[in-house]
């Protein structure tokens, strides 16, 4: 069997999110990532594979596809076996408790699928993003996330208004904050990471009287900043200690 027009067009639809939203799918390729997709709690809508691609599921919902045929479909430089669409869930309800971090209008798909691995290694089962941060079912989020989207509750929202209303401490990533390794953390609040370009909004800033910064201990001091991903992972293991 192999890829239809009609399914040809949907895959290419689903690399624009107003699509991925529309039909309610998104893409993830590699047996890795669409290993832990098929264990976990999110339905399978089609699975592409090339036949050495071993499955216990429903093969109503497999089409068998050449090689070649995968290269046509993939973004991967190297197409890996598999092509999987998958059903957005839909979100549930933001618990009010434990370590939670907030993203103020992240852009880049790399450093949000990090992101979303480092809440699954240091234990933050909520991840809240701004409506400006970049969609988490954008095919390059997907892959960067490692199987680990499946494990963390994302959630989309005004990030001013929540904030607005929580209860949890607040903490913002911020150059002139504290030096986070003098500082005592609590087990429960919001770490807030900002744009790669533009830090924390202003509006954002105003809401939060914690600031903590991870100090530069090169003999320069020249090095402008860390990248957010680098920043959010040390900044967790500070929480976490």
């Known amino acids: 069997m192999s890829i239809s027009k009609n399914q040809l067009k949907l895959i290419t639809s689903l690399s624009q999110k107003k699509y991925r939203q529309k039909h309610k799918l998104f893409i993830a390729e590699g047996v890795k990532v669409v290993q832990e997709l098929l264990n976990s709690s999110f339905s399978l809508e089609t699975l592409f ?33 598999v092509f999987g669409l998958f059903k957005i869930p839909d979100e549930n309800s933001i618990e009010k408790k434990g370590l939670i971090v907030a993203l103020d209008a992240i852009n880049d798909p790399g450093n949000l699928g990090t992101i979303i691995r480092l809440c ?34 994302i959630h989309y929202v005004d990030l001013e208004v929540y904030l607005k209303e929580t209860k949890l401490p607040t903490f913002i990533a911020d150059m002139d904050g504290e030096n986070v390794y003098k500082t005592k953390l609590p087990k429960q609040g919001i770490l807030i990471m900002g744009n790669e370009a533009n830090g924390i909004s202003e509006e954002i800033k105003t809401l939060v009287t914690n600031k903590i910064s991870i100090p530069r201990f090169g003999e320069t001091q020249e090095t402008e900043s860390l990248n957010v991903a680098t920043a959010t992972a040390i900044l967790l293991s500070e929480f976490r200690r």
């Open 49 to 81: 594979c090339t036949d050495d691609f071993s499955t216990n599921i429903s093969t109503d919902k497999i089409i068998l596809i050449s090689e070649t045929e995968l290269k046509k479909i993939s973004n991967l430089k190297t197409p890996n076996k």
């Open 120 to 153: 699954d290694w240091f234990g933050v089962s909520q991840l809240i993003c701004s409506n400006e941060t970049v969609d988490c079912y954008n095919q390059k989020v997907v892959q960067a996330s490692m199987g680990s989207l499946t494990r963390i509750a």
